[in-house]
């Protein structure tokens, strides 16, 4: 039988992974594609546990979720294109103007 | 019925585990965003598989659909070359650690809830979800319009080239 459990299993799994990319890759884009990962893997854990209280209610925290991952999406990448017209380069390290 | 469910399951799960993994580890930044659509499908089966139909629609349509055009654009635009390979330093060893030790307390933790009974009262239909939205989370459903409205004008106001002199205002 496939319970909550098993699906909280696999998020966690998904948000290490997540997490990873987040520190290991150098890329903004990637990084950023890190990010939506673990977004991902958040709307996972919800909607597995609104099984056992209310589906529809948690479909909607979740719906809600993911217009907000939409907006931010929108706004990152636009910062990123920004942010490669001053810089030429999304490599994270050579990103260093906010350093003191 | 039982064994084609789990099966089901585990089908997504790896699928999603896999392709996870190879957008973090793909040094070409289109063939990361292509796994990535990956992971987006096989969670949206993961949703049909809890019954949230009207949310696994949504996934697809959304994340691999306008989010991945999105990514796909901005790597278009930016051009970008594979990434060199390089030794890792101590940050880089530094990070896999801590992602590793985040897995293992995580799966701790997720092993440690009790697995309740499923009965959830409402289903994920489209139709009962509009009927909570309509009901009870209009404020949200609105707050999440407005969110949007906000985000595309900051999206045009970053994005958009600026005129010489702007640029020198901006200096100044």
């Avoid at chain 1, 931010?72 to 017209?85: D, M, N, S, W, Y």
């Avoid at chain 2, 289903?123 to 909570?132: C, Q």
């Amino acid at each position: 039988m496939i319970t909550v459990v098993d699906y909280y299993v696999v998020a966690s799994i998904l948000f290490a992974i997540g997490a990873l990319g987040f520190l290991l890759r150098k890329n903004v884009l990637v990084m950023f594609m890190s990010v939506e990962l673990m977004l991902n893997s958040a709307n996972l854990v919800l909607v597995a546990s609104a099984k056992s209280f209310d589906l529809a209610r948690g479909s909607a925290f979740a719906l809600v979720s993911v217009a907000v991952a939409a907006a931010e999406v929108g706004v990152g990448l636009a910062i990123i294109i920004a942010l490669f017209r001053l810089k030429a380069t999304v490599d994270a390290e050579e990103i260093t103007n906010l350093r003191g | 019925m039982e064994v084609l469910e789990r099966v089901a399951f585990y089908v997504m799960a790896v699928i999603a585990v896999a392709s996870a993994l190879l957008v973090v580890v793909n040094r070409n930044p289109v063939a990361s965003a292509m796994s990535l659509v990956g992971t987006f499908l096989a969670v949206a089966g993961l949703y049909l598989t809890l019954n949230a139909t009207f949310l696994s629609a949504i996934q697809v349509l959304v994340y691999a659909g306008a989010i991945m055009v999105l990514f796909l654009f901005v790597i278009m635009l930016l051009n970008l070359e594979r990434e060199p390979f390089d030794l890792p330093g101590f940050g880089r060893i530094a990070g896999f650690a801590l992602s590793v030790v985040l897995l293992f307390s995580l799966i701790s933790l997720a092993l440690n809830a009790t697995a309740r009974p499923e009965t959830s009262a409402r289903g994920g239909s489209g139709a009962e979800i509009g009927d909570v939205f309509f009901s009870d989370y209009l404020f949200p459903f609105e707050m999440a319009s407005l969110l949007l409205l906000v985000a595309m004008v900051g999206v045009i106001v970053v994005a958009r080239r600026r005129k010489p002199e702007e640029e020198e205002e901006g200096e100044a």
